[in-house]
Every structure is written in C-alpha cells, then in structure tokens.
C-alpha cells in the first residue's frame, strides 16, 4: 500500500503510550452513574434524536429505570426527586446504532460496542456462538451488543415437494428465528422459494438474501435485498448479463443509470410490497467515497490500539485498510478489484460513475417510498462498528439526510425483524422512547449537521449501564480461521510458461506466464526472486526474465566432461523454479512450473 511501510508489531509498540493516554483523556473511567434496580438515572441538557424520524429535542430529559426507557422528552419530563441526573448540556443524544448485517463473531464484540453499535442483527447460525451467549447479549453489564439472529440456516433444494419445504420451515422455526437468511434464489428453486416464503411469512418472518436479480427475488418473497448488484443485472438485457459474466465490463454500477427504467423498476419492486434494500455500499465503493482516505485514517488509528490487535487478525486489518485505494472491478482486465493508482483516467471517471450511479438509485429507492437497511456485511467488508459510520457517510453523500442515514442503522433496520409481525410489533432498540432499550450514544458534535459528527463519540449505553471505553486484552481469543476480507485477493496458479526451456547462456528474453487470478500487482519469482513483471490481464503475466539466470546449466560436482562447449565445472540440465506471487494481505504464492535449462553441449550432441 502506497506509502504505509510501517509494520503492525513496531506502531503498536510506538503507540501503545499514546493511545492509553488517548483513551483516558476522551473516554472517562470508571464512570460510576449506573442504576442499581428500582433507581433511576436522569440524562439531561442534551439535545434528543430519538430515532423515530421526530426533529431533535433541545434540552431533552432522559429518564431510565433499569434498563428501559422510562420517559424521553423535553425540559417538561418529569422524573423522581432522588433520581440520579447526569448533566450533558451541549451534548447530542442518538439511539444505540442498529448494524443490520454482521457476520457476528464474538471477538467482534467490544469493538462494535466501542463503536456506538448496541444491537447486532447477526447473519450466523446461532450454534456459530451458542444459545447461552445469545441469550447473555440481551442483558446490560457485558461488553457484547444485543444480538438478533436467523436461529439456523434454512436451506431448500429443487426436489422439495409442497409438504417438505412446510416441514423444513416448521423446524428451522424451533431454533427461534428472528428473521430468515434466504438462500440464493434462482430459476431451479423457484417454486420451493416461492413455498418458503410463504411459510416464513406466515410464521410473521421477514426474509433477507442475497438478489442475483432484484426483479425475480422480490416477487418470489425476498423482502430485504441485499447488496445492489441484483438490481443492476434487473437492468441489463440478457445480452448484457451474459458480457457482464464473461467480464466484459468494469462494473456494474455502470448499468444504474438515474431515470425512468430505474424508477419503474424500483416502483415495480416497491409496489410489490418489498420495501428494504441493504445497499452496502461500503462494500463496493469504499475506495471511491469522498472521505475515503480520512476513513483510511480512522481505520488505522482503530488499529493502532494494542489490547485490540491481542485478539484482531492482522491480516484482515491490513486488509481493509487497503480496501481504501483498491477499486473493485468486473473485467478481467484486473480481476476482483484493482488498485486506484492503476486505474486509467477514464477508468478512474467510470469508478467515479458506478458509485454515483449505486447512490442514485439508494437515493430513488427511499424517494419513492423504499426504505434503507443499514448493515455493512463485517468483519470482511470493513472495521466492525466503524465501517456503519462510513456507511452512513456514503448513504448521505448519495442524498439520503443525515437522519434518514441514522434511521437506516436504527428503526429502519429492526424492522426487519418487525415488519411482518401479526399482531405488529415494535423493536424495542433503534429509538429512545418508553418502553425502549437504553441502549444510546452520547456525542459532542450534532450528527445531522455533519454526519461525521456520529463518530464523536463520548459515551455508550447499553441498558442503562455506560460501557467503559477501550479494549481489553482478555476480551475474546481471535477467529479459529483465517478471515479474509471480501472480495479476497485469490492465489494465483499457472497453467503454463513460454519459453518452458531455452539453452544456456541465452540472452535475456520474455517469458509469458499463462494461468488464472493474477493481479496487476503479481509478481514472478525465477527460484523465489522476483523479476521484472508486466500484468496484462488476470489470465497473463511477462516476464523479463534476466540472462544471469540462464547463464548456466547444473555445475558439474565430478569434472566428468571432456567437452570443448562446457565451460569447466559444468555439466547436465538445470531447472528452474518458476512461480508467482501476489502479495498480502492475501493471494499468495501460486504452484510452481520447471523452466528447463538446457546444456549446451547436450543440446548440440542432438538429443532433445
Ligand atoms: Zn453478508
């Protein structure tokens, strides 16, 4: 990465002093306000956003008993005379963030707290972190967000009869749902999906899942859409879809052109009565935000924290800091995703257009009645409970408000969960309001006057008890595999090199390498050193390979030659091993071919 040549072990040690003394001067320890059962705590001065889409409430009162929402309102509110009142004049008070697609991991925990995220809609099989443990997030005084999870996975094939897919639901609905991961939908299953939905529907489940095409999932039942690409493809004709798989195009935002096609769509989607789109747009377009290099930088400062990285891959913190000047790609010109710095200018202007092409549609899709999902896909799309922040900044950087941005990670969010309820239901997280969670942030600047400002983060609430800021070393052992970031860079292989042989003491000459998954930053090793390599496309490397190299076949350990060709100590045939490297965080080295080099008074004696 461009200039970031400082290695992890040494910053941390370097930073070590000063984040602790960060830590102590913005985040006070020991905050002791806490409501000990029956008492109540009173939050007061604070300007109010309480996520229900009302306007702010200046010098709000906040009153909490336990770990509810007693009252939230302005000066009027009254609370009990021995109540506990903390002062937060000048202060901004916003509803626990709601992040509606994590992966959830349990050494994910402290960091999506530390964050401002108190509730985790997890996209994991309950058994990925226990019964137990799902049922301790609910409570306050952990350091682990409020978790809501699909129970299990649902899975449904094409040989599925009417009564198997009601069976098969009838017993995913005994792990507790609380909403459906839908499996992919496709022409194969399209009647058991149909079947599905209808059964979870009927259950009062909503359905989240992957769209491979928006259209078609959203009238088989789907009724949260994940990512956007599916509604890109809606948009192509079939003769597009099939350029686009072969790699043709540099992305699909391309297709996401504002205008009537795109507005009929979304009113045909909408008027279906699927209403929720997940756009995770950090996940395609981080590197292409306005603020992505000061997202870089907050990145980083996250990851310079010691305890953290105890327990934090390394690898995937190199990664998704990386993210920030790596440009996803569909061609395969470049494979899943190129740097920014090797982009064309023209190319640099089309990554530019997908992402405003992606946001008008997000924009559309709420102007015409749609609703945003906001969940960010972590830990392999971005920082957990960081990346919601930049989600939110891109969500208003493509014309959401800053408060409709909060309301995607908050009450737009937990509908998910709601929406289909019978009879309806009302989240008790992603608002401050009676009867809610008080789960909350505390921030020192005004979120929707810069939707920076949510990363101003003073304190967090869970339950009505302040989560000490920091991390710990002890929190969690880090994940048993390897976490890659998404898309992860693939290893590369090599199906074949020309030249595969070339005679001793030949000039320097170009070999071509023919194989799959190189990157523009692939490298060739001739027996693990590197030399000089041209990127064409991700199916072909050059390489300029030296005549050093060449120079000579296998030294002769016997002195056994008499002939006049060989220079003195030389003898047979001698292989080289040719393999390529693409470099961290992931890639790795591919398998190997021999370049063969031959002799020369063998070559000339006939025998090959
Ligand atoms: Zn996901």
Same mark, same amino acid.
């Given at each position: 990465m461009n200039g970031r040549t400082v290695r992890w072990p040494s910053l941390v040690i370097v930073a070590a002093i000063v984040a602790a003394m960060v830590a102590l001067s913005f985040h006070p320890q020991g905050w002791a306000q806490q409501t000990p059962a029956g008492r109540v705590l009173v939050l007061k001065g604070a300007t109010l956003i309480d996520g229900t889409g009302q306007p702010p409430v200046p010098n709000a009162v906040v009153v909490i008993e336990g770990d509810k929402v007693l009252a939230a309102g302005g000066a009027q509110t009254r609370y009990p005379a021995d109540a506990t009142v903390v002062e937060l004049g000048g202060k901004f008070i916003i509803p626990g963030l709601v992040d509606s697609h994590v992966h959830y991991q349990k050494w994910l925990g402290e960091l999506l707290l530390n964050q401002g995220v108190t509730t985790v809609i997890s996209m994991q099989a309950r058994d990925s972190y226990g019964a137990a443990y799902y049922r301790e997030s609910q409570r306050a005084g952990n350091r682990v967000p409020r978790l809501y999870d699909p129970g299990d996975r649902l899975s449904i094939s094409p040989s599925m009869t009417r009564d198997q897919v009601r069976a098969a639901?009838?017993?995913?609905?005994?792990?507790?749902?609380?909403?459906?991961?839908a499996p992919i939908h496709n022409d194969e299953v399209r009647q058991q999906y149909q079947w599905m939905a209808e059964d979870v529907h009927g259950a009062g489940l909503a359905m989240i899942g992957h769209a491979e095409n928006c259209r078609d999932s959203a009238e088989a039942g789907l009724d949260v859409l994940e990512h956007l690409w599916g509604c890109a493809v809606s948009l192509m004709t079939p003769e597009e879809v099939e350029n686009f798989q072969k790699g043709e195009y540099l992305h699909w935002g391309l297709f996401l052109k504002e205008g009537g096609r795109m507005d009929s769509l979304i009113r045909e989607i909408i008027q279906g009565g699927t209403v929720y789109i997940n756009p995770t747009l950090l996940y395609e377009f981080g590197s292409q935000a306005k603020m992505a290099a000061e997202f870089e930088k907050a990145t980083f400062d996250v990851y310079r924290d010691p305890a953290l990285m105890t327990y934090y891959p390394e690898n995937l913190a190199d990664g998704l800091m990386s993210k920030f000047q790596t440009a996803r790609s569909y061609s395969t010109k470049y494979g899943t995703q190129v740097r920014v710095s090797r982009l064309s200018e023209d190319e640099r202007r089309r990554s530019q257009e997908a992402y405003r092409g992606a946001g008008t549609f997000v924009k559309r899709w709420v102007e015409l009645g749609g609703k945003v999902i906001g969940g960010v896909d972590t830990p392999s799309i971005g920082t957990a409970g960081?990346?919601?922040?930049?989600?939110?900044?891109?969500?208003?950087e493509s014309g959401l408000t800053p408060l409709q941005a909060l309301q995607s990670f908050g009450v737009w969010g937990t509908e998910m969960i709601t929406a289909r309820r019978n009879p309806a239901r009302q989240a008790p997280v992603g608002v401050l309001r009676e009867g809610s969670y008080a789960d909350l942030v505390v921030l020192t600047a005004n979120p929707l006057q810069d939707i920076a400002n949510t990363r101003t983060i003073e304190r967090v609430m869970k339950g009505g008890e302040f989560v000490t800021l920091g991390y710990?070393?002890?929190?969690?052992?880090?994940?048993?595999?390897?976490?890659?970031?998404?898309?992860?860079? +693939?290893?590369?292989e090599i199906? *074949?090199? #020309?030249?595969?042989r070339v005679t001793e003491g030949s000039p320097a000459f170009e070999m071509t390498v023919d194989g799959e998954g190189f990157l523009p930053d692939s490298v060739v090793l001739v027996d693990d050193v590197a030399v000089p390599t041209t990127f064409v496309d991700i199916r072909? +490397?050059?390489?300029?390979?030296? *005549?050093? #190299?060449?120079?000579?076949?296998?030294p002769d350990r016997f002195v056994l030659s008499t002939n006049p060709y060989q220079r003195v100590g030389v003898y047979g045939d001698r292989t080289l091993k040719i393999t390529v490297l693409t470099g961290p965080p992931d890639g790795g080295t591919s398998n190997s071919v021999s370049l063969k080099v031959l002799a020369k008074w063998l070559e000339e004696e006939g025998g090959r």
């Open positions: 639901v009838r017993e995913w609905l005994q792990a507790g749902p609380e909403f459906a991961k960081l990346a919601a922040h930049f989600e939110m900044a891109m969500l208003v710990t070393a002890s929190y969690a052992s880090g994940p048993d595999r390897l976490v890659r970031t998404t898309p992860f860079i +693939l290893e590369p199906s *074949a090199i #020309v030249p595969h072909t +490397l050059k390489a300029k390979i030296p *005549a050093s #190299v060449v120079a000579q076949p296998i």
